[in-house]
């Protein structure tokens, strides 16, 4: 299991950077613990500049058990009431992404980026990796697929830094779906909570078995022997009208 640091703590904390000194020292303090625990990569999440209605009300308004702890983060389940949850709107630029960049020497991975000027954009200021994601489409619910945005973004910035994706990956089909259009990896949100519901962490061992003979299955039915090269033809796309 890599550790990653969670990019929604980082990035209200980001829009507060010029105008709050605390903000900027509270972000050093922990970007300093991410490193020095071992952790891999800071993702950061910026498909959310602020909270609609659907997702606080009729979303769900998640919130974790009070007994387990955010990490690193100095947080803690208590301190966030979901009725309360607000994201300042003044959200993080490029500029703030540079910022980032110079004071911490793990790699960024930016992750919320949904169309190929984006991509560009995010290449263009030395991200080291993309992770396609429309957060689970819970946010701007008309927005595109996240394997729509994938295969886009794939055929101008594929070969020059990873992509990963998440968002509606739901069997090991979809994860070849995914390495086909150009994913080094995909990430999981709501399969691995409902593993975990249903029988903690067996559960989401579970989950991620059956993924794997999924995986496997549908490599054997398609002819792909290599999870690196799985030729992009395996996937086609159908008009709209014919779906
Ligand atoms: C209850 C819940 C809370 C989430 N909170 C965050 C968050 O704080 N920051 C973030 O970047 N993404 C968050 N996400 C989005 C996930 O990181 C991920 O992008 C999404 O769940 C992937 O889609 P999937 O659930 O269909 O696999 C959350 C998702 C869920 C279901």
């Known amino acids: ?24 020292h ?47 983060l100095p947080l803690s389940p208590q301190d966030i009431k979901p009725e309360e949850r607000t994201l300042d709107d003044n959200c993080c630029s490029w500029d703030e992404l540079l910022w980032l960049k110079s004071v911490t020497k793990l790699p ?9 000027e984006d991509a560009r954009l995010a290449v263009k200021h030395g991200v080291a990796a993309i992770q396609v ?11 595109p697929t996240t394997l729509e945005a994938l295969a886009e973004i794939s055929e101008v910035v594929g070969g020059e830094i990873d992509l990963f994706v998440d968002g509606g990956i739901r069997t090991g089909a979809d994860v070849l779906k995914a390495l086909a259009l150009g994913a080094k990896a995909v990430f999981l949100g709501r399969p691995i909570l409902f593993g975990l ?37 395996i996937v086609r796309k159908r008009p709209l009208a014919q779906l």
């Not at 962490?201 to 799985?230: F, H, I, P, W, Y």
Request: proline share 6%; net charge positive.
């Open 197 to 233: 519901h249903h029988s903690g962490s067996n559960g989401v061992l579970e989950v991620l078995e059956t993924m794997k003979e999924q995986l496997v299955l549908a490599m054997q039915s398609t002819g792909c022997r290599d999870v690196n090269a799985v030729p992009r033809n």
């Open 1 to 24: 299991m890599v550790p990653f640091l969670p990019g929604s703590w980082i990035k209200p904390s980001l829009a507060g950077l010029k105008t709050n000194k605390n903000v900027m």
């Open 133 to 143: 994601s429309n957060h689970g489409g819970r946010v701007l619910v008309d927005g």
């Open 26 to 72: 509270e972000t050093l303090q922990v970007l300093q613990k991410a490193e020095q625990y071992g952790y891999s990569a800071i993702v950061l999440t910026v498909d959310v500049p602020k909270f609609g209605k659907p997702l606080l009300t009729k979303g769900m308004p998640f919130r974790l058990p009070f007994h387990l702890k955010y990490g690193i």
């Open 108 to 116: 960024i991975i930016l992750k919320g980026i949904l169309t190929a």
